[in-house]
Nanobody, 117 residues
Framework: QVQLVESGGGLVQAGGSLRLSCAGS????????LGWYRQAPGKQEELVAA???????TYADSVKGRFTISRDNAKNMAYLQMNSLKPEDTAVYYC???????????WGQGTQVTVSS
C-alpha cells in the first residue's frame, strides 16, 4: 500500500517562493520515481517535475530554472522548491509515485498553491 501526503501549499504573491513536501510510504520499487503534477481549474493535469531514486530528474519547460525537485531516499521524502512564482502556477499540486517511467501510478490528495498578482 502506497501513501503520499503533501504539505506546504498556500497563498503567495507573485515573485515569492513556496516549498512543497511529500511524505511517502511503500515499497522501494513503488517509490522509485517521485514527482509533482499540478492541475489548474479547467485544465488537464500536467507533470511539473519528477525525480528517480538514482538521481535523474525531469521538469516541465514552464518551470525550468524556477522550480527544483529533490528527494531524501532514506526518508522517502520528496520536495519541490518553487521560486519566482507566477499567477499561472496557481493549481492543485499532487505528489505522485511510480516504479518505472515518469508516468505516475500513485497520487497524493493534493495541496493548493495560489499565486496572487
Amino acid at each position: 500500500q502506497v501513501q503520499l501526503v503533501e504539505s506546504g501549499g498556500g497563498l503567495v504573491q507573485a515573485g515569492g517562493s513556496l516549498r512543497l513536501s511529500c511524505a511517502g510510504s511503500g515499497s522501494d520499487y513503488s517509490l522509485n520515481v517521485l514527482g509533482w503534477y499540478r492541475q489548474a481549474p479547467g485544465k488537464q493535469e500536467e507533470l511539473v517535475a519528477a525525480a528517480k531514486r538514482g538521481g535523474s530528474t525531469t521538469y516541465a519547460d514552464s518551470v525550468k530554472g524556477r522550480f527544483t525537485i529533490s528527494r531524501d531516499n532514506a526518508k522517502n521524502m520528496a520536495y519541490l522548491q518553487m521560486n519566482s512564482l507566477k499567477p499561472e502556477d496557481t493549481a492543485v499540486y499532487y505528489c505522485t509515485a511510480g516504479g518505472l517511467g515518469y508516468g505516475p501510478t500513485y497520487w497524493g490528495q493534493g495541496t493548493q498553491v495560489t499565486v496572487s498578482s
